[in-house]
């Protein structure tokens, strides 16, 4: 390891515990990282315990034992979670302790593998850890997601270099997006925190009812619930830690009424689905729920993925990125939603947060869903932007106003 990269490193755990975290030194760090991630872990744990944090504790994941696990295993057994591994999750979310997972998967990890297996298993540990995922939800802990440049990962973004050129390539990707190269990252990303909160408070001003969609394989409108919210860069835990959940993040975002999309829209980027890939698709809405679908490349992952529980076929969150996001002008695939959801205005299958809703923290399933919003046990986000792209905002009275035009923000904010 050179010092430079070293340096890089440690300004990079820094800025998770300092910035995306925001780690309070009563609190405990639960994190959940791959092999890979271990130089990160250890400069994270520093950082955490030189702020006075009493434990740091590492759930390791090693990915290629689920793939061993996928090719060996009875089916059969696929769906078992031992109770303890949700006990965990429980115990820090209880206290409100936070949260940092280290995301980085092999885009290919399962490929080849039978479809309805991987379905079966996503739904399963879905259903096991859903009781879980009220903390994030209503926002009890303050969590982030980051992620490294693992060799498996880097080699699928940058093919046919060496993997070890590979991977530098793709480490100064990651720092560059979460602002590690700049001389004072703190003050950095408070400018952009600024940009983006200045964004939501121009939609939350308008309070509109819909968007509508309009770019090629596209003509989408959207209903927005009364009294959503838009939120961007960061989020306030109940306790008041205001953190900052995905590094990096260029999004705005809300959710939209469950029950109110009508029209088609084209995916612009792939959507990596454990480990598969589903390319150039569309979907089709009526009354809020996904009435078709075609893919040139995928369709039965995507097929399985709307199967899942009965609203997953409806959306959960919508999120603005304007075309010129730093991500974007990279012009180059990541495979990992984390990125690639930064380079482009996206939509998501599946649940949404409870938190773009006001009051919706206390609601109960019902009511939530009765307001308009969605509850599932999938989250998955897809992208649909491009510079082709325009949007424009619905008023309650049924005029538009333009928001976006050719991909970015048709007003200066
Ligand atoms: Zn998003
Ligand atoms: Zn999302």
């Not at 995301?103 to 379905?119: H, K, Q």
């Not at 399963?124 to 209503?138: F, R």
């Not at 097929?303 to 990125?321: K, P, Q, W, Y």
Request: net charge negative; charged share 25%.
């Amino acid at each position: 390891m050179s010092d430079a990269f070293q340096k890089s490193l440690e300004k990079y755990a820094d800025i998770i515990v300092n910035i995306g975290l925001n780690l309070k030194k009563h609190q405990r760090l639960n994190i959940s990282a791959g092999i890979p991630d271990i130089e990160l872990v250890r400069q994270v744990a520093i950082k955490a315990y030189q702020l006075g944090v009493p434990y740091v504790d590492v759930r390791w994941v090693d990915e290629r034992l689920s793939r061993i696990r996928f090719d060996n295993a009875d089916p059969e057994s696929l769906t078992e979670v031992p109770d303890w591994l949700i006990a965990r999750e429980h115990e820090y979310g209880e206290r409100g302790d936070a949260l940092l997972s280290i995301s980085s998967s092999d885009p290919n990890l399962l490929e080849g593998v039978d479809p309805a297996l991987i379905g079966k298993y996503r739904k399963a540990i879905a259903q096991k850890y859903e009781p879980t995922y009220k903390y994030l939800d209503q926002n009890t802990q303050n969590w982030c997601v980051v992620s490294t440049a693992t060799p498996a990962w880097a080699k699928k973004v940058f093919p046919g270099i060496p993997v070890e050129q590979a991977q530098e390539k793709l480490w100064d990707a990651i720092f560059d997006a979460c602002r590690v190269h700049q001389d004072d990252p703190v003050k950095a990303w408070r400018d952009h925190a600024d940009r983006l909160h200045r964004q939501c408070d121009y939609l939350n001003g308008k309070k509109f009812s819909g968007l509508h969609y309009k770019a090629p394989g596209t003509d989408l409108t959207l209903g927005l619930p009364e009294n959503h919210i838009w939120i961007g860069a960061s989020s306030t835990t109940v306790s008041g830690i205001e953190f900052i959940p995905n590094l990096p993040t260029e999004e705005v975002f809300c959710l939209p009424h469950r029950e109110k999309a009508e029209g088609y829209i084209s995916s612009s980027m792939p959507l990596i689905l454990s480990g598969n890939m589903v390319d150039a698709f569309t979907l089709t809405f009526e009354n809020g729920r996904v009435s078709k679908v075609t893919a040139k490349q995928g369709e039965d992952h995507i097929r399985r993925l709307l199967e899942t529980d009965e609203n997953a076929s409806h959306l959960g969150e919508v999120a603005l990125v304007p075309d010129s996001s730093p991500i974007s002008q990279r012009k180059h695939l990541f495979y990992n939603t984390l990125f690639d959801e930064n380079a482009s205005c996206h939509l998501a299958l599946g649940s949404a947060y409870r938190y773009n809703l006001t009051g919706g923290s206390e609601m109960s399933k019902e009511q939530f869903i009765a307001a308009g919003g969605n509850d599932s046990l999938i989250h998955v986000d897809f992208m649909v932007g491009s510079n082709q792209m325009d949007i424009d905002g619905i008023h309650a009275d049924g005029t538009h106003e333009p928001v976006m035009r050719r991909g970015e923000w048709a007003v200066s904010l």
